[in-house]
């Protein structure tokens, strides 16, 4: 009779839509109140609300198992609250540690605390591993120092909406949602970028929270961990005999603070491309990017490259030093080409006169004429004086 029991209330909780029931003292105008309460067997939220500011709240979250009309509390979350916003919305985001959890209903119940006093709390009903199965699937979830994307499939035409969550400890720094997504019979995969900075090697939770409105609201949540890393990625370069220039492009939300390294070799003659020893290393800071960002940095040799071969050697350094990409390429100097080239564009600008600053070459006619000039001008001041 038990038996039948408990399948007759699953079967119900299955049929309907798991709910959330605001169970706060009555006959109490309280200041701050839970406002929102969600829970599946592997994480919840809590949204809370405070017309004045708080100091010193908890919040008391339990899991309990209803199993066989008989409750049993899996688990237990303690968040303290620290200072409390007056005016703001303010979300908590915790994860159940329950291993080989079985079918049944469950119950999540949150309390929001003023010491031991119970100031707002509330119930979340929900059942687990139920017959009734919801439209959309996860198939896969990917956080990372870029965004979050999630691939979905449908098991018939849905609308929907997601909410994208990026959560360090319980807090949720960041969020956003798209609405009245579609799905009709294809899988598909759905993107946001995390429109905040991250911590470089700092661990974070990626979340999606996703409701759907047909035949009855409902919900579905799945999390992944990622640690943010800085990265960034080279894309474009240029060398001559008298310097080179790299274009960085961010890939992170971790501001990209690394440097970028050119070291020019010397090819040794008829030994393939062995080199013959560092010749010239420039090392320089890249500007500061976050994602989609680019910058070019540009750098000069010392001096011009002789004629020969060189090997060119790019290396682009993160945060902490490492090597994240390194680019080679080679640098083909002629410097007789170069200087004739230079000499015959001088003279088609008109800023060259043939003969003229030329140190080895014969003196120009204007050179000669006022040499002669100034012999002249002597032997007629000689001719005066006697």
């Given at each position: 009779m038990k038996a039948?029991?408990?399948?007759?209330?699953?079967?119900?909780?299955?049929?309907i839509p798991a709910f959330a029931a605001d169970v706060s003292p009555s006959g109490e105008n309280n200041t701050v109140h839970i406002t929102e309460l969600y829970s599946d067997i592997e994480s919840?939220?809590?949204?809370?609300?405070?017309?004045?500011p708080e100091?010193?709240?908890?919040?008391?979250?339990?899991?309990v198992s209803s199993e066989r009309m008989r409750e049993?509390?899996?688990?237990?979350?303690?968040?303290?609250?620290?200072?409390?916003?007056?005016?703001?919305?303010?979300?908590?985001?915790?994860f159940w540690s329950v291993s080989n959890p079985e079918r049944g209903a469950y119950i999540a119940?949150?309390?929001?605390?003023?010491?031991?006093?119970?100031?707002?709390?509330?119930?979340?009903?929900?059942?687990?591993?139920?017959?009734?199965?919801?439209?959309?699937?996860?198939?896969?979830?990917?956080?990372?120092?870029?965004?979050?994307?999630?691939?979905?499939?449908?098991?018939?035409?849905?609308?929907?909406?997601?909410?994208?969550?990026?959560?360090?400890?319980?807090?949720?720094?960041?969020?956003?949602?798209?609405?009245?997504?579609?799905?009709?019979?294809?899988?598909?995969?759905?993107?946001?970028?995390?429109?905040t900075l991250l911590e470089n090697n700092k661990e974070y939770v990626g979340r999606v929270k996703i409701q759907t409105y047909s035949p009855q609201r409902e919900f579905i949540s799945s999390s992944e961990r990622f640690t943010a890393r800085d990265d960034a990625e080279i894309t474009d370069i240029y060398e001559d005999e008298t310097g080179a220039s790299a274009t960085v492009f961010g890939r992170s939300q971790v501001p990209f603070k690394g440097n970028l390294v050119f070291s020019v070799y010397g090819l040794a003659e008829n030994s393939g491309d062995r080199t013959s020893g560092l010749i010239e290393s420039i090392r320089?800071?890249?500007?500061?990017?976050?994602?989609?960002?680019?910058?070019?940095?540009?750098?000069?040799?010392?001096?011009?490259?002789?004629?020969?071969?060189?090997?060119?050697?790019?290396?682009?350094?993160g945060n902490d030093g490492d090597i994240i990409e390194r680019r080679e390429t080679i640098i083909e100097s002629d410097l007789s080409t170069v200087s004739n080239v230079s000499q015959i564009n001088d003279t088609d600008n008109g800023t060259v006169t043939p003969g003229e600053n030329?140190?080895?070459?014969?003196?120009?006619?204007?050179?000669?004429?006022?040499?002669?000039?100034l012999?002249?001008?002597?032997?007629?001041l000689r001719k005066t004086r006697r």
């Open positions: 039948v029991l408990f399948l007759f209330v699953l079967s119900i909780l299955s049929a919840f939220d809590v949204t809370l609300y405070s017309t004045q100091e010193n709240l908890s919040l008391e979250v339990l899991l049993r509390t899996l688990d237990r979350q303690v968040l303290l609250l620290g200072s409390f916003p007056a005016g703001v919305e303010v979300r908590k985001v915790g119940r949150a309390r929001l605390l003023d010491g031991r006093q119970v100031v707002s709390e509330m119930e979340y009903n929900f059942a687990y591993g139920s017959i009734s199965a919801s439209r959309l699937k996860v198939n896969d979830l990917v956080p990372n120092s870029q965004g979050i994307s999630v691939a979905l499939s449908p098991k018939e035409a849905s609308l929907f909406d997601i909410e994208y969550m990026l959560i360090s400890g319980s807090n949720v720094v960041y969020s956003t949602k798209s609405e009245k997504l579609s799905l009709t019979s294809a899988p598909d995969v759905f993107s946001a970028p995390w429109g320089t800071r890249v500007p500061v990017l976050l994602n989609n960002d680019d910058e070019t940095v540009e750098v000069a040799w010392s001096k011009r490259l002789p004629e020969g071969v060189y090997r060119l050697e790019i290396e682009l350094l030329d140190e080895d070459g014969i003196p120009g006619f204007p050179s000669v004429a006022g040499i002669i000039g012999i002249l001008v002597s032997v007629f």
